[in-house]
């Protein structure tokens, strides 16, 4: 299946920098989603960016989106413990919404 | 406003046992998704329904996976008879706009807590 792809699987950093983690997709897209799963919980949506956006903020998040890269990198600003989760993005293509397989983020106190 | 609910959140079966997992998405909304996850994993979708109608079963295991939406509102998802390899977590999620509608984009999903299956 046509799965988008995350890096890094895994990523532990201390509090207060910076996480960025990427995604990348081989077909044409017309949204990108990125959203956050705690352990044991359902999954939240964090943000979507639209196929004709490059950038998009919300609070300390900012995601970019490069459509001739056919990728997009989720940027956590001073990180906190809560933010402790695996991070999703997803796309829509095709009428069809594709996973990535998530990269699992640990914020050291 | 509530969220998705889903029941049971945990499950535990001998295998060749039955098991049926029930979702109430958000009211008004007319996308319905069930997705499986496996541990690590994103998910994986298993049905997609707009309203009562199934839109997408492609990936459904349909010698022992089930589902209806009655009404097009609660949905449940059956598996008889369950294996081992069916140990993981079931998604629900709901959402206002619909994938196939309205040409280009889609809105958010809102997703269930889930219903953990650990099959014996």
């Known amino acids: 299946s046509q799965q988008g792809e995350e890096d890094p699987q895994a990523l532990s950093i201390q509090e207060g920098e910076n996480a960025t983690m990427n995604c990348s997709y081989k077909t044409s897209i017309n949204n990108l989603q990125w959203y956050r799963q705690n352990s044991g919980r359902g999954l939240v949506h964090l943000i979507l960016i639209r196929s004709n956006e490059r950038e998009k903020h919300s609070g300390r998040l900012r995601v970019t989106l490069d459509t001739s890269k056919k990728s997009s990198s989720l940027l956590i600003t001073a990180s906190r413990a809560a933010d402790t989760a695996s991070y999703f993005c997803?796309?829509?293509?095709?009428?069809?919404?594709?996973w990535g397989a998530g990269t699992k983020l640990i914020i050291k106190p | 406003e509530a969220g998705v609910v889903q029941s049971p959140r945990y499950k535990i079966i001998e295998k060749k046992q039955p098991v049926a997992f029930w979702c109430n998405p958000i009211s008004g909304h007319n996308t319905l998704y069930w997705y499986l996850q496996n541990l690590g994993q994103g998910p994986e979708l298993l049905i997609r329904y707009e309203n009562e109608e199934a839109v997408d079963d492609s990936q459904l295991p349909k010698d022992r996976f089930s589902a209806e939406r009655l009404k097009g509102v609660d949905s449940t998802l059956k598996i008889q008879p369950a294996e081992l390899g069916d140990s993981a977590v079931y998604l629900c999620?709901?959402?206002?706009?619909?994938?196939?509608?309205?040409?280009?984009?889609?809105?958010?999903?809102?997703f269930g807590e889930g219903s953990r299956l650990t099959v014996l």
């Open positions: 999620a709901s959402s206002l706009v619909s994938l196939a509608g309205h040409g280009t984009n889609t809105g958010e999903l809102f």
């Open positions: 997803a796309f829509v293509s095709n009428y069809q919404l594709i």
